[in-house]
């Protein structure tokens, strides 16, 4: 039976795979199409924003400047998330550098010795949060012409990862090993701990641009065949920034709160990714994305009756301000390109 079901499962991946190609080729410029997209928004956005973040944060890591500043949250991160001080800056951080940054830093803080198996996984449940960069500047100001949605936005998800944190705590009681290892090694010296935090964050942002690229690509031959209220659905789910783009179109910004909250699918493998051997529950991982998101279009909902925002925002079908321009473009493509420079030089100097 175990075979048989081995067998099943082979073969439905195989199946899988291979309508995925008969699409690909059948509807090949939409394909071609989304994966353009997915360029663009890679370099116009993606890479000028995260890189420099995601550097931040390992830099901010390897130099043990996040265990020192963690020994001052030590009590309040554990008692509220059931953690050791050394993760709440990566926490903190989540907030601030975009959806992959805390899986970086918890990656890197697992490397260092600095916090258990068990704190990385539950760390890695709840500190997940787009950056104000995104969530201000691309959804409130270009998307929905509202610089205090934006700003709604950004409150109410950072109150979620809160509630979430909490709430694992309260469920699931504290992390194994909240104390940091005895026997972790020392930081490292800045220069070197500089070079290997540039390397991760390169590697970690070619990661990233693959699965957007990847991800828009797919969700580029979904809209060629389906309708469009399906493919405004798809696209809240597998792609969070073409998710809220469409949703900017006349739907709530309730909706659009849940999409930033959850995330997306894209988003989740970009996690995956960068956590690297940190293992969580991937189930768990997408319940609690989904209740995320359920939280995050609540608290949006009590924000917007705090302070009101006209709501023709939500209804409009004017053309939304670029997310990107030439120089945004010329940007995030010298920083690709010094990207892979980088990685290059330094596989050559490890040989």
Not at 215 to 235: H, W
Not at 288 to 312: C, D, E, S, W
């Amino acid at each position: 039976m175990v075979l048989n079901g081995a067998k099943s499962a082979a073969a439905a991946k195989a199946a899988i795979v291979s309508f995925g190609c008969v699409m690909i080729t059948v509807f090949s410029e939409p394909c071609r199409q989304g994966a353009a997209q997915g360029v663009e928004l890679c370099l116009g956005v993606l890479a000028p924003s995260l890189f420099p973040f995601l550097a931040a944060t390992n830099l901010f890591v390897g130099s043990g400047a996040c265990s020192a500043t963690g020994r001052l949250l030590q009590r309040p991160s554990a008692a509220l998330f059931g953690v050791s001080g050394a993760a709440a800056p990566v926490i903190l951080l989540s907030l601030i550098g975009g959806y992959p940054a805390g899986a970086c830093g918890v990656a890197a803080l697992h490397r260092q010795g600095s916090i258990s198996d068990g704190e990385a996984q539950r760390t890695a449940l709840f500190a997940v949060g787009a950056g104000p960069g995104f969530l201000i500047s691309y959804v409130g100001s270009s998307l929905c012409h509202s610089q205090t949605l934006g700003y709604i936005l950004l409150a109410a998800q950072a109150l979620s990862v809160i509630i979430m944190g909490t709430g694992l705590r309260i469920v699931f009681g504290k992390a194994d090993n909240i104390s940091a290892k005895e026997n972790k090694p020392p930081p490292l010296p800045f220069s070197e701990s500089l070079v290997l935090s540039v390397t991760d964050a390169a590697r970690s942002v070619l990661v990233i641009c693959a699965f957007v690229t990847a991800f828009s690509a797919a969700m580029g031959v979904a809209a060629g065949i389906l309708p469009e209220s399906v493919t405004t659905v798809l696209y809240a789910a597998a792609d969070v920034s073409g998710g809220v783009t469409r949703l900017a179109n006349g739907h709530s910004a309730e909706a659009i709160a849940f999409a930033a909250g959850f995330g997306g699918l894209c988003v989740h493998f970009q996690i995956f990714a960068a956590l690297g051997s940190v293992k969580v529950n991937k189930l768990l991982f997408f319940l609690i994305r989904i209740i995320q998101g359920l939280i995050t279009a609540a608290l949006t909902h009590f924000g917007l009756l705090l302070f009101p925002v006209r709501t023709a925002v939500f209804s409009t079908r004017a053309a939304p301000v670029p997310a990107s321009g030439g120089s945004g473009a010329l940007s995030g493509a010298v920083v690709v390109a010094v990207c892979i420079c980088f990685l290059i030089s330094i596989k050559q100097y490890r040989r």
